[in-house]
Structure formats: C-alpha cells, structure tokens
C-alpha cells in the first residue's frame, strides 16, 4: 500500500466509504421513520457513530483538506436534521443536531490523530 497522500489505496477506499457512507446517512435521514433502520443501542448513539464514521473516512480520504473536510461535516451534520423538515414524519432537533455534531467532530480527530501518529503520512 503506497503513502497516505492522495493516490493511495487508502485514500481512495476512504473516499468510497466515506461517501456510501454519507449516502445512506442522507437517505436515512430524509426517509419515513419507519424505513430508518433498528439498532440495539440508544438513538442518539446511533446518530453520532454514524457521523463519526464518515467524518473519519472522510479525513482519511481527503487528508490534505482536513480543515475543510472537519468544517463540512460538522456543519452539514447540523444540517442534516434540518432535512428531516423535509419529511413529514420527521422532526427537527437541536439535541439531535448536537449528537451528530460531536460526533462528527470526534471521528474526525480520530482520524487526524491517526494521521499525525501513521508512518505512512506523506511528507
């Protein structure tokens, strides 16, 4: 596997999960409540492993944007539960909003944490 920076396998794998990822995030967050999946652990739990599972594809996928990347997908977590005014049998929460913020936030660290520590960042 070649380095860390853009070209490399791992970058290019983030990519592609890291946007599947978002897909199925945006669907099932615009979608009738009954089609959102059924999970064992607590709502908010769920919200914000799935944001922090893109968030770190995302940085490891785009690790010379990591600035930008981290921005957009806390923002866009935030905005996310706005799209669920969207759909009818949806609703719009600042504690949910919150959820996926911080976990966005925090899959990102991971990932820059692993970036910072990895011997094969590009230098």
Partial sequence: ???????SDLTFYARVIAWALFAFILFVT???IRMRPRTITRVNLDRALAFAS????????YPRSTACVVLACVVGSALSELLQLLSPSRHAR?????AKSIGAAAGAGVAIAALATSSLVAS
């Fill in 1 to 7: 596997m070649s380095e860390l920076g853009g070209g």
């Fill in 54 to 61: 893109m968030a770190f594809f995302f940085v490891l996928g």
């Fill in 94 to 98: 600042f504690g949910d909003a919150m």
């Fill in 30 to 32: 615009v979608s009738p």
